[in-house]
T-cell receptor, first 111, second 111 residues
Framework: ETGVTQSPTHLIKTRGQQVTLRCSSQ?????VSWYQQALGQGPQFIFQ???????GRGNFPPRFSGLQFPNYSSELNVNALELDDSALYLC??????????FGSGTRLTVV | TQLLEQSPQFLSIQEGENLTVYCNSS?????LQWYRQEPGEGPVLLVT???GGEVKKLKRLTFQFGDARKDSSLHITAAQPGDTGLYLC???????????WGAGTKLIIKP
């Protein structure tokens, strides 16, 4: 049973650029959630996808968007990057109301 | 808006001591999860509590869900340096799949 894999592990982008982060969910999991975590803080919910449809969204602007594919993998896209977007981005997969399995995250630095 | 407050935010104790971390809310949660996160990694699920008053033990860790399902505690007996990490609680509401996260308790166990 494979866990959740995120890529890339680290990324440096310039303010105003666009970025795509990728996530492969754990085998058998059909729900993927994305979180933003600032240093020393708890994760902040960005959005969740279930069977390729967004079914929940946190307090993030529209420039944060996502996709889920038929194999339940997912992408997080962020347009017009701002300095405050620098954070650890976590992907978590789950099935039903079971506990979440998290990836190791992508550390995004915006300069 | 559902909120979870964790306390203390930071705790540094000597190896062998006992400690308790609290997770409180004015809202009712259908279940509550505890995670542990190490630097540069995603959170790892420790336990899920579902029933009011439920107590679960994981070696030296004891988790309790409040009778009204509004609060939870994590008690560690004879803390070890390997227990060091960020402990996060996350509650699941009745109406959606979104997890509501506490800000975390940063725990340091000194040898």
């Amino acid at each position: 049973e494979t866990g959740v894999t995120q890529s890339p592990t680290h990324l440096i982008k310039t303010r105003g650029q666009q970025v795509t982060l990728r996530c492969s969910s754990q085998s058998g999991h059909n729900t993927v959630s994305w979180y933003q975590q600032a240093l020393g803080q708890g994760p902040q919910f960005i959005f969740q996808y279930y069977r390729e449809e967004e079914n929940g969204r946190g307090n993030f602007p529209p420039r944060f968007s996502g996709l889920q594919f038929p194999n339940y993998s997912s992408e997080l896209n962020v347009n017009a990057l701002e300095l405050d977007d620098s954070a650890l981005y976590l992907c978590a997969s789950s099935r039903g109301r079971d506990g979440y399995t998290f990836g190791s995250g992508t550390r995004l630095t915006v300069v | 808006t559902q909120l979870l407050e964790q306390s203390p935010q930071f705790l540094s104790i000597q190896e062998g001591e006992n400690l308790t971390v609290y997770c409180n809310s004015s809202s009712v949660f259908s279940s509550l999860q505890w995670y542990r996160q190490e630097p540069g990694e995603g959170p790892v699920l420790l336990v899920t509590v579902v029933t009011g008053g439920e107590v679960k033990k994981l070696k030296r860790l004891t988790f309790q869900f409040g009778d009204a399902r509004k609060d939870s505690s994590l008690h560690i007996t004879a803390a070890q340096p390997g227990d060091t990490g960020l402990y996060l609680c996350a509650g699941r509401g009745d109406s959606n799949y979104q997890l509501i996260w506490g800000a975390g308790t940063k725990l340091i166990i000194k040898p």
